[in-house]
């Protein structure tokens, strides 16, 4: 390697080196002369993101982001700060956990200062700057530029990862309340907003405001918890609707009916009690959804959701890189499976894959990883295990499905087989390469008939070679 | 503004176009001959990252990185693949992907990019173009890997986000299994560990060897499932500190008294007994304070964690942005609790805070949020609340402190009373600006004699001007 790894201070004295005092001071000359039209550029590309958009259009932020967007451009060019490289990395770090806060994407960010770079070149270029002046002014300004936006990105991805983290917890933590009485809550919420709604009709005061749904206890709630709880669901989103429509057509139309022909009260009245049993209902299904989805099991066999694949997959993997240990992985197919499922029926089908599951969990052990992959798919991840050791694990797992006796609905004896593909932690950090490979030997045991466990190709012929 | 917001492909059509087919066939030329050195550059600064390092340096690794590198640089300049602007982008997300799989920091590619356009660039102003055509080159070349980092990075955060969050999930759904029976299993699994030793220490197969402690099931637990459960836990590194010094020091030196002089034994066998005591009473410790962490709440007051705060507060003011809503802030703290503490004790203490809390969360709406914010400050999020019914709420928590009879351990009346600071969202997207301003509200109040509320300076203009 000719090019060691040079920490920040070599590489600001590189880019402050590469340029003379004189086309430092041309490109001061430029930047201070084109800063707004250079500031306009950068905030112009912020607002392409609708969220970021939303925040940064609003005037407070508009002034305060041009003002901030033309300190940092002229600290760089004009006040050259990069002369002190602690100053000038901790002021971009502090941009990139600002960012990383108030959520603006740093791609964004990387694209404005992208934009801005060709506008400053352009710039540069109708100077009378010489070849090789001209050739150091671009590199001296797109390096700097590149440096900062380099240092911010990485304080970026540092905060966004940790608020990522506590986001996450804090949908976990809400969710992990009492959610039966939380529905409940919410139901009796739903059914006094109603209730206050018919009082005030059929009460004394004819004038009485109809309360909103939006504004009642069950609309903030909806509001501002169960968007944390049911994170991206469509039946929230139903519902949000249904409640926008009944704030601003149907309670109008009740209100209007009062105090007008009180003959179509009826008819509004049978609208608005079908819009509450619809939404009672859509707000019992949302919560029994998100029971089952958060479980991380499989409901059907106890094993663990293939969600957390990745996140179980890439730890093994940093272990065994680290440790230098080995790490299996078994990809069990049932065979003929769908000749079961249509013979039999789906319980029948279920009733297989639950004693499979079974077969699985007792012969793996506790600080093994047993998945649901798919349909038919189970994945084990074998810690600190060899693909000599897997093939065995595999193939006792093969024998017990073999030999078990499923017995069908009407009693005769299921033939439930499986094939496996076996692979082994090869060094690839990339644990889909794992599981391609364990996919690819599971293929090949069923090409030669089924009922066999296979070991991968590339895991052989490191054994062997 | 000046300048659209150019999509992928007008960005695309702008950067080949800086240049004429001549000069980037110049590029092309001088990128296929140093190819092997550039992407050397690129590599070597992947590999300052220890993390990625450990991955990175294995030698499969190493040659299929080596050559996706120089294929992903003559892609872009002598294939010229950005003709095709999808193809071009496609690949470049692809990637983005594979380095959020696979743990690459971005920062650290934008490093190895950057380094390498230097690198570039150096070649091109030893070839004979002219200033303006070289001009053009840098535009083009450094244009182009600009743009294709841009969009890597975009894929990257986004996996990397998805990413982060299921780890998460993951942790909190090994933490959620039933953590009393895990505590019990691995007390047991620890126990069975040290009774095997001692069997084949009395047995009557002299050498039969002694089992490690690493390889056994408590091990294999701590390395696999531990490591999740009390990410980053001091005591989680002591425990396998402990056990790294059995299986190398100990065991092997009680293997050698087994089969030398005896004499030594039980001296050995002494140590062992306290290594493993101290483990024990380490595991116990261990399961106890992830309990009190995770929960969420405070354990005194029962109000939610200032852990959650970052996630709260950004998403109210995302809600408020969206809606054109109000949102306020309180915070509250105890007038002179130092002094309740030093006369009456912590206990006392405790029991002041704990009857605060209880005033507070009965006076707000089920849909606010109250959290413990400091020793004896607390924090609550009004939502949908605009200054003056913010203030109304925090003069009614004020009262009722005031009001209320604390009663000392000697049974005289504690005069416990609270200063209060509101702020109300103004537009600001950065929630700490928010928080400041409450603080600083607090702050006056304070000054202007303790027991009352005030409202932020920055609110009450906005309101009167």
Not at 165 to 187: C, H, K, M, V, W
Not at 275 to 281: C, L, R, S, V
Not at 331 to 343: L, P
Not at 345 to 374: K, M, N, W
Request: with cysteine; glycine share 4%; charged share 25%.
């Amino acid at each position: 390697m000719e090019k060691t790894h040079p920490p920040i201070a070599t590489r600001v004295d590189d880019i402050l080196g590469s340029a003379s005092l004189g086309t430092r001071r041309t490109v001061a000359l430029v930047v201070e002369d084109a800063a707004d039209e250079l500031v306009a550029i950068f905030y112009s590309t912020l607002l392409q993101d609708e969220e970021a958009a939303r925040f940064l259009s609003h005037s407070i932020v508009n002034e305060r982001l041009h003002h901030s967007l033309r300190r940092w451009l002229t600290d760089l060019f004009v006040a050259q700060i990069a002369d002190d490289v602690t100053l000038f990395s901790d002021r971009q770090k502090t941009i990139g956990d600002v960012h990383a806060r108030i959520r603006i994407p740093i791609h964004l960010v990387m694209q404005g200062a992208n934009l801005l770079k060709v506008a400053l070149f352009q710039r540069l270029e109708t100077t009378p700057l010489q070849r090789d002046d001209l050739w150091a002014a671009l590199v001296y300004a797109g390096g700097l530029i590149d440096l900062a936006i380099e240092i911010m990105s990485q304080a970026f991805v540092r905060s966004t990862a940790s608020r990522v983290q506590t986001d996450e917890a804090y949908r976990l933590f809400s969710l992990g309340q009492d959610i039966t009485l939380e529905r409940e809550s919410q139901r009796a919420a739903l059914m006094e907003w109603s209730q206050s709604v018919l009082f005030s009709l059929y009460g004394t005061e004819q004038e009485a405001k109809l309360a909103s749904i939006s504004a009642s206890e069950f609309g903030l709630w909806l509001h501002h918890r169960a968007g944390v709880m049911f994170q991206g669901s469509a039946t929230l989103e139903h519902i949000e609707r249904s409640m926008r429509s009944i704030d601003s057509d149907l309670l109008p139309q009740i209100a209007a009916a009062r105090s007008g022909s009180r003959s179509e009260l009826p008819g509004l009245l049978e609208k608005l009690q079908a819009a509450i049993a619809e939404m009672k209902f859509l707000l019992a299904d949302m919560f029994q959804s998100v029971a089952a989805i958060e479980n991380g099991r499989d409901p059907l066999t106890q094993t663990l959701n293939r969600r957390f694949l990745p996140s179980i997959l890439s730890r093994e993997i940093a272990i065994a890189t680290k440790n230098d240990t080995q790490f299996s992985v078994l990809m069990i197919d049932v065979d003929h499976f769908k000749q079961i499922n249509d013979q039999w029926g789906h319980p029948a089908g279920d009733a297989v894959l639950r004693q499979i599951a079974d077969v699985v969990l007792e012969t793996c052990r506790l600080s093994d990883f047993v998945f649901r992959y798919g349909g038919e798919e189970f994945l084990v991840a074998l810690v600190e295990m060899d693909s000599d050791a897997a093939f065995q694990i595999a193939e006792r797992i093969r024998g017990a499905i073999e030999a078990r006796d499923f017995i069908s609905p009407d009693n005769t004896r299921l033939p439930v087989t499986v094939s496996v593909g076996i692979a082994t932690f090869d060094g690839h950090p990339d644990f889909s390469y794992l599981i391609k490979a364990a996919d690819h030997a599971l293929y090949r045991a069923k090409q030669m008939g089924r009922n066999r466990c296979m070991i991968s190709e590339s895991a052989r012929m490191d054994r062997v070679g």
